[in-house]
């Protein structure tokens, strides 16, 4: 005998639940994450394990709080942590191409770029006003006084032995001239070239006498001009060191106890004596080049390689830095060196190198979205090889594939400490995991997310501080009991459980805050109950326009379903149409014809290839159910052909097998069914109804379409037994139930749903393994052993 629903089991209210809140303004805000108890173990578990490879998988479905939950979680986790350290680029003077990576204190990086700074100003200053002094110019003009001493000497020298010989001897830019005197005058190659060649001979003849005393002369000059100029560099280099060292020493002691510092600041006081000349003279003009197409500008200040690059700045940290990467493109998570358009030519160095999140993350955590990291192969290429090298490159894009073969900056790398945790959907993890023989190496911890939890006290009262945090959050009224009440309906709505509730937190989160502009629109204290109804109606009234529209065609007659009177091999079916974020139900008119044959059963939709697979499978499993319980005696003989009337978009699913083998039954036994019943619900061989999905939304959809033909009082729905725990039906339905307008039974046999149907017994097969005479299984198995005579009657003639 099936009892029908009372209708305090079409919905789980939610009055008693919540004790002594009068609104969300009395309660604290939700400091933890609710409803994942295996997601935040296994949270625990990742974060603690620093060996290879456990960094961590969040899975879960968009909407459910993964990415904000997680980023909270860890926020708290990280100020538990030390904060790490700065990073910063510098000038490799051995090899500019390839700068080097200093790593200091974390708020250290900022004030040596400062100091940094600071000393190149002042550096310079400080030379210019050595170099510029009186003393310098002095003791400089002292040190080149001697060797212009010598030269002179020496010059007078060689030029006494040239008179004596009959030459003088004349200096200009190409070198030293012999030029032959005759009567105290020189003369010109002109002249020389008049003269007799008996002379000509004689003056070479005493020329070449001269040679090795000038050669051995102009060695001594070269020899002395390269002193001069080694004792002015020696001296240069003495009165810069003397200007600077006392800058020098200042930071040297600051950062006495980072070795690369001190290393960095050696090369840079080798670089200023090595360039002294350029830094004396950084900043004036140039001429202006001989050839048009030569680039103007000024002379390069070396002291612009002294500056510091700081790339990662941990000073404001009060722990470990928790980074989202919301756009994981190569660049953005691994950094880029830019460069600057000059004269047609690209240009850089390494002030132009710019960090990615992977670097801001060092020593903390780096949260990405799988699904966008995907789509930059290149990204997630180089996210393996960073995890796995636990190195943290910089590199060129183009290079790397090969695009060009010039020469770039490859910035020294730096070690990688980050526990990396990638949110997606379970299907990406499985996909992965499958495809990507690295990614199980790597990511050795997956944290699952629900999508729901459990209904109890506990949990609601957290549900309803999470609440509060929303509220408080986003500046909105706060919600009573009834709106909290009104809220948690709707969560178990959502779980499409009445022992759970959703976690689908944005979902939830998005009625709050319309239901709160409602009550805002009038005034109200407080958001109510009343304002989440009507919030939740408003967000069906912007997205039923196709259910309405249906639901007037068949107001109309235009697609055929009856709601009253008994036909034989029809019934109403009910199936689910999703429409993105609105899902409603459908009635249908199922139809069944039958006649002697072999072929069995037909699927009209599968053979004109509009059933889905498990569709078919639930078509089959009826032939099996026909088998197993009429046709153990004699062979199944009979061609039956199922259709959805007025279907055109295909069929995919088995909940609706359970009403196509009441309208075998019927058919073959010849029994209406009672057109104000509806059904749904899958059936296996055995002939059990097993539970279905969207039963609220097929439920509604036919009470609707009742409602608006007048409830009389007959119109009801059939649905599995095992269903009635995912009622959290509309509250006029409820009423409907409560006053006998509309009726709900919970089958959980095929044999209880027909006696419902047609208002005739099952009936129970006896010792005989024979059905009590008049009831619908004694029916149909005498109608299909008559069918089975009938074919071989056939087959005898």
């Not at 600071?118 to 170099?131: I, R």
Request: aromatic share 8%.
């Amino acid at each position: 005998m099936v009892v029908e629903l009372n209708y305090e089991k079409a919905r789980r209210n939610c009055t008693t639940e919540i004790k002594d809140c009068a609104s969300t303004a009395e309660l604290e805000p939700l400091q933890q994450i609710i409803g994942q108890d295996r997601a935040v173990k296994a949270l625990h578990f990742g974060l603690k394990m620093r060996d290879e490879g456990f960094n961590i998988y969040v899975s879960g479905m968009s909407g459910t709080g993964r990415k904000t939950t997680i980023a909270s979680f860890l926020q708290a986790k990280a100020k538990e942590m030390p904060i790490p350290p700065d990073w910063c680029y510098v000038n490799n003077f051995k090899d500019p191409t390839q700068p080097n990576a200093l790593k200091l204190p974390a708020g250290k990086g900022k004030a040596f770029r400062d100091n940094m700074d600071k000393f190149t100003e002042d550096v310079k200053k400080e030379l210019q006003k050595a170099f510029e002094s009186e003393d310098y110019a002095q003791k400089r003009a002292s040190t080149v006084k001697k060797f212009d001493d010598e030269k002179a000497e020496l010059w007078q020298e060689i030029n006494q032995k040239a008179n004596q010989a009959g030459f003088i001897l004349q200096r200009s830019p190409i070198g030293m001239a012999i030029i032959p005197v005759i009567n105290d005058k020189p003369i010109a190659d002109e002249q020389f070239a008049t003269l007799p060649p008996k002379i000509k001979e004689q003056i070479r003849t005493r020329r070449e006498s001269l040679q090795d005393d000038f050669r051995s002369a102009f060695r001594q000059f070269r020899d002395l001009d390269k002193g001069s100029e080694e004792a002015v560099d020696k001296f240069n280099k003495e009165v810069a060191t003397f200007a600077m060292d006392h800058l020098l020493e200042v930071l040297l002691e600051k950062y006495s106890d980072i070795t690369e510092v001190k290393e960095f600041l050696d090369s840079v006081k080798n670089d200023i004596l090595e360039n002294l000349p350029t830094i004396l003279t950084s900043g004036q003009p140039q001429q202006q080049p001989a050839l048009p197409f030569l680039m103007p500008g000024t002379a390069t200040d070396p002291t612009s390689s002294y500056k510091v690059n700081l790339i990662v700045d941990n000073s404001d940290l009060k722990g470990a830095p928790v980074i989202t990467e919301m756009s994981p493109t190569q660049p953005h998570l691994f950094g880029i060196v830019q460069k600057e358009a000059r004269f047609g030519a690209l240009l850089t160095d390494y002030t132009m190198i710019r960090a990615g999140s992977a670097h801001k993350a060092n020593g903390g955590f780096l949260i990405i979205p799988v699904e966008d990291l995907l789509m930059d192969a290149i990204a997630w290429d180089s996210l393996k090889k960073t995890i796995t090298s636990r190195k943290l490159s910089i590199e060129d894009i183009a290079q790397r594939l090969g695009y060009i073969a010039t020469k770039t900056m490859t910035p020294e790398p730096i070690p990688f400490d980050v526990k990396v945790i990638l949110i997606g959907s379970p299907d990406l993890y499985y996909a992965l995991h499958h495809y990507d023989r690295d990614f199980k190496e790597i990511f050795k911890v997956k944290a699952d997310f629900d999508t729901t939890m459990e209904r109890n006290e506990e949990n609601i009262n957290m549900y309803a501080s999470f609440i509060c945090n929303i509220c408080k959050k986003d500046n909105l009224r706060h919600l009573d009991s009834s709106g909290i009440a009104a809220v948690i309906e709707y969560s178990s709505r959502l779980a499409e459980d009445q022992s759970k509730l959703s976690t689908w937190f944005a979902q939830v989160a998005d009625i709050i805050k319309e239901a709160a502009h409602y009550a805002k629109e009038e005034g109200a204290e407080y958001t109510t109950g009343k304002h989440i109804e009507k919030a939740l109606e408003e967000k069906v009234y912007r997205s039923n326009l196709i259910e309405q529209k249906m639901e007037k065609m068949i107001e109309e007659g235009t697609i055929l379903v009856d709601t009253a009177g008994e036909k034989i091999g029809q019934i109403n079916g009910l199936s689910v149409l999703g429409l993105g974020d609105f899902a409603f139900g459908k009635p249908s008119r199922i139809t069944v014809s039958v006649g002697v044959g072999k072929k069995g059963i037909i699927d009209i939709e599968r053979e004109a290839q509009m059933g889905g697979p498990i569709h078919t499978k639930g078509v089959q499993i009826l032939s099996g159910f026909l088998n197993d319980r009429y046709a153990k005696e004699f062979p199944l003989s009979l061609t039956a052909r199922l259709v959805f009337e007025q279907s055109y978009s295909g069929v995919e699913g088995d909940s609706a097998s359970s009403t196509e083998l009441y309208g075998i039954l019927s058919a073959l036994s010849r029994k209406p069914i009672k057109q104000h019943f509806a059904v749904t619900g899958s059936v296996n061989q055995k002939g059990e109804v097993q539970a279905i999905g969207g039963v609220n939304e097929k439920l509604e959809g036919y009470f609707q379409l009742c409602k608006a033909r007048g409830l009389d009082g007959e119109h009801g729905v059939v649905i599995p037994a095992s269903n009635v725990k995912n009622l959290m039906l509309k509250h006029e339905v409820v009423d409907a139930i409560k006053s006998g307008q509309f009726h709900v039974f919970p089958v959980s046999t095929i044999d209880e749903g027909i006696e419902v149907l047609t208002g005739v017994k099952a009936g129970v097969s006896g010792k005989d393994c024979k059905y009590p005479a008049g009831t619908i299984n004694c029916l149909v198995q005498d109608r299909l052993a008559s069918m089975a005579e009938k074919v071989k009657g056939y087959s005898e003639e």
